[in-house]
């Protein structure tokens, strides 16, 4: 049996490779940062975030061409790739198999007005009974519509749509596939049937591209092999097979073992997502998307800011932390960590608002910092980015629990996941225990294991679990801090309905 299997997760800031064996061990990694195109003030004031999409797949061929090299093995015994990316946003090829436009990141909000005319047609409610879920500006439907209605030339040429990873496979076999997964938890799909919606595609008003969208596939399955010209690019052997894929955030639950009721999937990454696996649609939920077997629900809310947060306050306001790193010699996320795990609720009043990104908590929320005066410290700033960013974590799983969700155990992923302080404030305000996996790639861990099963490496999921995934750190709920964080969570909620009237009128 092949021993290896080659996980590819596509994010909107990078492209990672990574290839495992068949235990679930980093044999090889590589990653190629996304190059966006600078923006321009027609850009900033549109909302538009997009990409070449030739060079997401010039970074994936490289990523996979230097992870071969490095691993040294022969590519021929690789059994099975797989592929996640980002959810939402879109990528549109012509009718020759070329990108009809930029890629579009799931941040993009151009199509804000589509979603204000959507209210005011009064097709929104039924769009979101029809994708179980809560549609916002950066998913395809309305991208589709803004097309259409602001690009006749783009619209009118498009002829297929792809989510990102979707390209890729594209790209990798010459197969115009999708997943139920990942386009179900973009809003483009009837989350009661599991199909396509021409009723859907109605009511976005783009009835046009019921005919353009790929054939789906389940997410362990064979979507198509490695061509001859993907094998030449990238150093694969032709007939390779590809999986459908998924989600990055269903790919991260698969990648941390978590499908198991009573085990919540945080990811503290770019997006705040926090997502469980029940037989339920949740009412109300930012989208319940098919997970990983007929009848299982991936019930998900999430915002569009987490980690990003703390990246915006170390990039604007980081040089303290830059400067005593220079003189320990050590990493300035290290001095960061330090500040996090000496301080405590009981020692600071400043509440931070971590809404740096759309879609959040409301359609104009803006971040913000509050009880700040002359004697404040760096400290008390640095850990209040921290606690508010874990209290947006806790916004959503009270949401999931209040729905019926039991949650028991939450498994943490994300760059964060790897500092044992942030891991330590998630458990403590949480108040439930969490666990971290051995592995720090887990999205590219989950579409290798799902792609073991397309190959018939693992038997199931069950299976993949038990060969790969392996928990390397838990961490209990302390209850020391549990009336402070009460009434932190508690100002920080009312800080949030005293800000609604004023980004009502912005």
Partial sequence: MKNYLLGIDAGSSSVKSVLFNREGNMVASSSQLNKYPKATEETKSLGIEEIDANSIWESTKTCIKNVIRESGIDSAEIAAVGICSFGNGIV???????????????????????????????????????????????????????????????????????????????????????????????????????????????????????????????????????????????????????????????????????ASEGIATIVAGTW??????????????????????????????????????????????GGTALIEAQNRNISKYRVLDEIIGGMSPDKTDVIFHPFVAQPSVHTKAKAGFFNIDHNTSYKEMVYAVAEGVVFLHKWHINFLTNAGCTIKLARLTGGIAQSSEWAQLFADVLQIPVEVVESSQVGALGSAITAGIAANVYKDYQDGFKHAVRIKARYEPSDKYTDYFEKNYSEWKQLINVMIPYWNRK
């Fill in 272 to 317: 705040c997502i926090n997502e469980t696996q029940s037989t339920k649609i949740i009412p109300g939920a930012s989208a319940n998307q098919p997970a990983l077997e007929k009848g299982l629900y991936l019930n998900c809310s999430y915002t569009g800011a987490s980690a990003i947060n703390y990246d915006w306050f170390i990039q604007a306001l």
């Fill in 92 to 258: 549109t090829v012509d009718k020759s198999g070329n990108p009809a436009a930029n890629a579009v990141f799931s941040l993009d909000h151009r199509a804000s007005k589509i979603m204000e005319d959507y209210q005011k047609e009064g097709s929104l409610e039924r769009i979101n009974e029809i994708i179980a879920g809560t549609l916002f500006a950066g998913e395809p439907g309305p991208i589709l519509r803004w097309y259409k209605e602001n690009r006749p030339d783009i619209y009118n040429n498009i002829g297929c749509v792809f989510m990102c990873k979707d390209f890729l496979i594209f790209k990798l076999t010459g197969m115009k596939s999708g997943d139920i997964n990942c386009f179900g938890g973009s809003s483009m799909m009837d989350l009661k049937k599991f199909s396509y919606s021409k009723e859907l595609m109605d009511l976005y008003g783009i009835p046009e591209m019921y005919s353009k969208l790929p054939t789906l596939h389940k997410s362990c399955e064979i979507a198509g092999t490695v061509s001859k010209e993907a094998a030449a690019a990238t150093g694969l052997v032709c007939g390779t097979p590809v999986s459908a894929g998924m989600m990055d955030i269903l790919a991260c639950l698969v990648g941390a073992g978590a």
